[in-house]
T-cell receptor, first 115, second 110 residues
Framework: AQSVTQLDSHVSVSEGTPVLLRCNYSSSYSPSLFWYVQHPNKGLQLLLKYTSAATLVKGINGFEAEFKKSETSFHLTKPSAHMSDAAEYFC?????????????FGKGTSLLVTP | NAGVTQTPKFQVLKTGQSMTLQCAQD?????MSWYRQDPGMGLRLIHYSVGAGITDQGEVPNGYNVSRSTTEDFPLRLLSAAPSQTSVYFC?????????FGSGTRLTVV
């Protein structure tokens, strides 16, 4: 069985400071892991994905995430927050081809960026 | 290249009415799935398909039916709408890596 836990439901940072959004996962197989972002009243956009290549994954808009198997974590980071980063972020795991690689979402972390 | 197209974008139904949410993809993706999004719940899997003619249930399938007669289309049917089905619905497709999502259908059942 696969599952994802996003450790913070809300994170608030000041513009220009680092962002850390935490995610732990469990999976019976070798998982694929994703971070998606959703801006208010918008659809979902893929930020980055890990599929068993490099453990440090770089995504769009300066975000990156590190896969740590020993800690079963896949935390999302960005060195310097921008006002446009304010959004809902979802950590997602997918591991079973016989389930169509269906995605299992965390409950989301709402990122607030203050001036 | 349209990607994943969902129609309609908005819909209001009365309790007991039926309707079909349409989803079409033009990327020849094998895998397709439907999710619903509710506040504080993330996205939850309703049904998924691993290819034409093959569908299966996800986490929250009750009240919904699907079929996959072609690779391109994966409609979601509500047979008798209930207020608990008020939600935002997303369709997604994949070739086996990350999924591409449609823009969503906001459904209100009154």
């Amino acid at each position: 069985a696969q599952s994802v836990t996003q450790l913070d439901s809300h994170v608030s940072v000041s513009e220009g400071t680092p962002v850390l959004l935490r995610c732990n996962y469990s999976s019976s197989y070798s998982p694929s892991l994703f971070w998606y972002v959703q801006h208010p009243n918008k659809g979902l956009q893929l930020l980055l994905k890990y599929t068993s290549a490099a453990t440090l994954v770089k995504g769009i808009n300066g975000f990156e995430a590190e896969f740590k198997k020993s800690e079963t974590s896949f935390h999302l980071t960005k060195p310097s927050a921008h006002m446009s980063d304010a959004a809902e972020y979802f950590c997602v795991v997918s591991d079973q081809p016989n389930s169509g690689y269906a995605l299992n979402f965390g409950k989301g972390t709402s990122l607030l960026v203050t001036p | 290249n349209a990607g994943v197209t969902q129609t309609p974008k908005f819909q209001v139904l009365k309790t007991g009415q039926s309707m079909t949410l349409q989803c079409a993809q033009d990327m020849n993706h094998e895998y397709m799935s439907w999710y619903r999004q509710d506040p504080g719940m993330g996205l939850r899997l309703i049904h998924y398909s691993v290819g034409a003619g093959i569908t299966d249930q996800g986490e929250v399938p009750n009240g919904y039916n699907v079929s996959r007669s072609t690779t391109e289309d994966f409609p979601l049917r509500l047979l008798s709408a209930a207020p608990s089905q008020t939600s935002v619905y997303f369709c997604a497709s994949s070739r086996g890596g990350g999924y591409t999502f449609g823009s969503g259908t906001r459904l209100t059942v009154v």
